[in-house]
């Protein structure tokens, strides 16, 4: 596995009019459900990418900015059908909540603001990238990752990771008994507006839907029935 040194940073960059919204919903849906989701993006760096390099996801085409951290999960691959004159390399990215990834919704939040981007070394790049999976510079990724860790407050104590860890596989586990688990989510985030109804946390993957009312093997999927939490506040009313 690589070090922290040893790994490199690469920008792969999402238009709704070359990939539609509802696909990379689906993709977040599944990020939010399951906690790990992998996906091929291409990747015009084919040759210098390597798997556990970092990978950063920049929405352009309208509104701009980072809505997504993950990790290059594989080699890179050439694919046999692709119009000619359209980059054939892929990557598999994987984005794991485990390891600090994250993905947001671009069309509700940003992790790292458009005004956050234009302070950054070769800035102009964000907006006049025009291939996916270019490589990115140290500073820039640095900076991003800051932002990013403040956004989502990460805590890096031993304790809180271990805590983070037990529930998360806990919520595994109960989502594959609960196969209306992902439809209930979804009502939720909709009845809410995406905020956490304690907090008013709108980390789109921090929050979790969560039942009001629960007897054994039985779920009362109906938004009377649900309250949407940040993660951490469902976590300790499930082990109360």
Not at 43 to 60: E, I, K, M, N
Not at 170 to 182: C, F, S, V
Request: contains cysteine; proline residues 4%; aromatic residues 8%.
């Amino acid at each position: 596995m690589k070090s922290e040194a040893e790994k490199h940073d690469f920008l792969f960059n999402w238009k709704d009019d070359q990939w539609p919204h509802t696909k990379l919903r689906k993709l977040i849906d599944r990020f939010e459900t399951t906690a790990s989701v992998r996906d091929t993006w291409r990747c015009s760096a084919h040759t210098q990418v390597q798997p556990g390099d970092r990978a950063y996801l920049l929405a352009q085409g309208g509104a701009l900015g980072i809505f997504g951290r993950g990790h290059i999960a594989g080699k890179a691959r050439k694919s046999k059908h692709i119009p000619k004159g359209t980059n054939p390399w892929y990557v598999p990215i994987q984005f794991d909540m485990a390891n600090g990834d994250v993905l947001f919704d671009p069309w509700e939040h940003f992790l790292v603001e458009a005004d956050q981007l234009s302070q950054m070394p070769a800035s102009q790049r964000f907006k006049m990238m025009q291939k996916s999976g270019e490589s990115l510079d140290f500073d820039s990724a640095r900076q991003i990752d800051r932002i990013i860790d403040s956004v989502l407050k990460v805590e890096s104590s031993p304790v809180t990771e271990a805590e983070e860890q037990v529930a998360r596989q806990k919520r595994i586990g109960e989502l594959a008994t609960r196969p209306d688990q992902q439809a209930f989510s979804e009502r939720l985030r909709r009845l809410y507006n995406g905020k956490c109804a304690l907090t008013g946390c709108v980390t789109a993957a921090a929050l979790q839907a969560a039942h009001i009312s629960t007897k054994k093997d039985v779920d009362d999927n109906n938004a009377s029935n649900g309250i949407l939490l940040r993660s951490d506040i469902h976590a300790l009313l499930m082990g109360s």
